[in-house]
């Protein structure tokens, strides 16, 4: 039985996949202990509350 693993990125390896046009210009995705995840949309909500905060 072969078992798989998921590949782990390093910062390098990250800033580099986006200087290379890896990921889309309006693409928002962050790497998280060496997973490249998609970001979640800000909602009403989010931007309120950043609103609320920077008062």
């Known amino acids: 039985m072969t078992t798989v693993t998921a ?3 390093s ?3 990250y800033h580099r996949l986006g ?4 990921f ?8 998280i202990r060496g997973e490249i995840i998609k970001m979640a949309a800000k909602g009403r909500f989010h931007s309120v509350c ?6």
């Open 7 to 9: 590949k782990r990125f």
């Open 11 to 13: 910062i390098a390896e």
């Open 19 to 22: 200087e290379l046009g890896f």
């Open 24 to 31: 889309c210009p309006d693409e928002r995705v962050e790497l």
């Open 50 to 55: 950043n609103s609320l905060l920077l008062r």
